[in-house]
């Protein structure tokens, strides 16, 4: 067995060919040096030292906290209604001091109760942070109204006591989980 030994050929490379090849030489050659630099760019740069703050419709929020709140008290008016119905009363005959002589019925009670219950719509837990997420939409997310914030619901609740004579226990459940909530977003912006 023979092997013959490979022979180097000779290949024509046209000048077109050899100027395409150069081209894309020198263009890669470009890129790596492009890339090289935008990279050290990014490691010789300084970190921002300012914190931008990011663009929140705070409008939206309120409008959705004000229609939730039409449809709460809606709910509250439809239950006063049929209230008095069910007594026999129509509500427009009532003046404001003969709401006074009315009796519950165990129906509006039963709603009531559910309204006010630990997951109703008047309950603690979802007045409370209602009252906190208007809050904040108000203040524009900034934390350093907080103080603000607090004092102003703060003395709404003390009205709201001192017309009605002391609050009632779901009021004072939801004054405490707006504090408390309150609170949580101090310490979460605060870091």
């Known amino acids: 067995m023979n092997i013959n030994p490979v022979q180097q050929q000779n290949r024509y490379v046209s000048p077109v060919t050899q100027r395409e090849e150069q081209s894309a030489t020198t263009a890669e050659k470009a890129g790596e040096e ?14 921002k030292a300012t914190y931008e703050k990011p663009k929140v419709s705070h409008g939206a929020t309120i409008a959705r906290l004000k229609e939730e709140s039409e449809r709460i008290h809606g709910q509250l008016i439809r239950l006063v209604k049929e209230l008095l119905e069910r007594q ?10 003969e709401f006074a002589s009315l009796k519950p019925d165990d129906i509006t009670i039963e709603e009531a109760q559910t309204l006010i219950g630990s997951d109703g719509v008047l309950g603690a837990a ?46 004072k459940e939801t004054h405490r989980l707006v504090m408390e ?3 949580h977003w101090a310490q979460e912006m605060n870091g």
């Open 181 to 183: 909530r309150l609170d």
């Open 126 to 171: 979802q007045t409370s942070e209602r009252i906190v997420e208007f809050a904040k939409a108000i203040s524009g997310g900034d934390p350093e109204k907080i103080p603000m914030l607090r004092d102003a619901i703060e003395k709404g609740f003390q009205e709201v006591k001192g017309m009605l004579g002391g609050l009632p226990e779901v009021s």
């Open 34 to 47: 492009t890339v090289a630099h935008d990279y050290d760019q990014i490691l010789s740069a300084e970190p």
């Open 88 to 97: 026999g009363n129509p509500a427009a005959s009532l003046e404001y001091n």
